[in-house]
């Protein structure tokens, strides 16, 4: 028999990797990393981004430098709702949202064009 999967994408786990920095592990086993400022910075409600054309509206500069989050509730089974050290908490981040802005390494593979330098042995 075929079991039935159910293809929903679901934090298994959070964790603090390091000071300002969100890691949620995936029920894919995908390992995400999410800087918190960063998060802020992309905040999906109404105030900080443009519903209509998906631009934001906030401004890099306008979160503070050593934003923190204070808490993180989870909404239905589709999304966290994150707290911040500014006040703020009226951004819905959905599952999907959230995988789509994953900082890691292999979401956000070139940052820099490093030039490798060949190890001659
Ligand atoms: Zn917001
Ligand atoms: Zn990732």
């Not at 969100?22 to 995908?30: A, M, P, S, V």
Request: net charge neutral; charged share 25%; hydrophobic share 35%.
């Amino acid at each position: 028999m075929v079991s039935m999967t159910t293809a929903v994408l679901e934090p298994k786990d959070m964790d603090w990797i390091g000071k300002g920095v969100l890691g949620i592990e995936w029920n894919d086993g995908h390992k995400g990393v999410y800087p918190v400022r960063y998060l802020r910075q992309h905040c999906p409600c109404a105030a900080c981004t443009d519903e209509l054309t998906g631009e934001l509206r906030i401004k890099p500069d306008d979160v503070p430098l050593l934003i923190m989050l204070q808490d993180v509730e989870p909404v239905g089974r589709y999304a966290l709702r994150f707290k911040w050290s500014d006040g703020h908490d009226t951004g819905i981040y959905s599952f999907t949202f959230l995988r789509r802005i994953c900082q890691c390494d292999i979401c956000q593979p070139v940052k820099l064009e490093q030039p490798k330098i060949k190890r001659l042995l």
